[in-house]
């Protein structure tokens, strides 16, 4: 059973930078073929997919959050990492990773999801 644990601040100040880790268990980040991904839903809105990191070190962003992110892991630590810099109360949101195999929507794994309010 693979499990998917967020950590990180839950109260970021405007214009700095949010960083959130993924801890996994039960599973390598480095088997093939899936895809570790971070998702957030600010509040009263959809789930947004923002990038991930492939069983190969590959990562892929969001275009509308390209600039502002960026994805990396720690596999002796079975970990990645998502960072958003200058971030802005619209960047308020609950955030999620999760497992995704095949496709990149394709989840099988979540973690609980951590709040992230962005706040002076």
């Known amino acids: 059973q693979v499990q998917l644990q967020e950590s990180g601040p839950g109260l970021v100040k405007p214009s700095q930078t949010l960083s959130l880790t993924c801890i996994v268990s039960g599973g390598s980040i480095t088997t093939n073929y899936y895809y570790w991904s971070w998702i957030r839903q600010p509040p009263g809105k959809g789930l947004e997919w923002m990038g991930a990191i492939a069983s190969s070190g590959t990562t892929l962003y969001s275009p509308s959050l390209n600039s502002r992110t960026s994805i990396s892991r720690d596999t002796s630590k079975n970990q990645f990492t998502l960072q958003l810099t200058s971030v802005t109360p619209e960047d308020t949101a609950l955030y999620y990773c999760?497992?995704?195999?095949?496709?990149?929507?394709?989840?099988?794994?979540w973690g609980q999801g951590t709040q992230v309010t962005v706040s002076s």
């Open positions: 999760a497992r995704a195999q095949g496709g990149l929507n394709d989840y099988d794994y």
